[in-house]
């Protein structure tokens, strides 16, 4: 579904990513992970071209992104960073909308099938109580929910998200992760997330790639991925692994750094 060849990506004249080779298919939960200023929300952005690669190709769905239109990158794939802002009178309703205007042309207005899809994406995502709410006024988890019916109306192929349980607590961010997997499972949307929190990665991936200074170190399932040697190359520190058996996925407990 999401192809990312040889990609490098850079600031100005500093060089952040690498050479990276990632490949995503259909309906994966794809995790990134890795230590702080490793690359991987650069790697994120380059791969929905809001920031240019350097050298290399990102296809869609066997389809390149630089051969693609704004517009149409948009009828794909959706990208929520890490800080969303709207503006402080836009209701949860009105940001949701904005997920149909790819599909529309600019003289187009919204029709019964927009507002059909808009109303089924505030449903699915438990944001019916907040509906006339401004955007502004819910909690972190709320206003990541809003923002996750906004992409879920805009009906994309490809979901990524750069950190999204970043200043949650930790049960708005299982309620987040669970609604993304939900999402992933009953629509078939494909998901590459940046993720830091290790259990997390282990227990909503089927798939991590591990970046360090840029480049890819390792890819595979959680449980082939999360081991001891990994995270004491990568990360600088000693944790324990458990491997239980009534679940796929490892648990990870840091001890000290390495």
Known sequence: MLEASNVTIGYEDKTIVKNVTLQVKKGEIVSIIGPNGSGKSTLLKGMSRLIPCASGQVCIAGESLRAMGSKRISQLMCILCQSNQTPADMTVEELVSYGRYPHKKWYERLNVEDYDIINWAILHTGMEPFRKRLVISLSGGEAQRAWIAMALAQRPKV??????????????????????????????????????????ASAYSDKIY?????????TGKPRDVLTPEMI???YGVEAEVQYVEAVEYPRIHPLKRA
């Open 159 to 200: 979901l990524l998200l750069d950190e999204p349980t970043t200043y949650l607590d930790i049960a708005h961010q299982l309620e987040v992760l669970e609604l993304v997997r939900t999402v992933n499972k009953e629509l078939g949307i494909t998901v590459i997330m940046v993720l830091h929190d290790l259990n997390q």
């Open 210 to 218: 591990v970046i360090q200074n840029g480049g890819i170190h390792i």
């Open 232 to 234: 004491r190359t990568v």
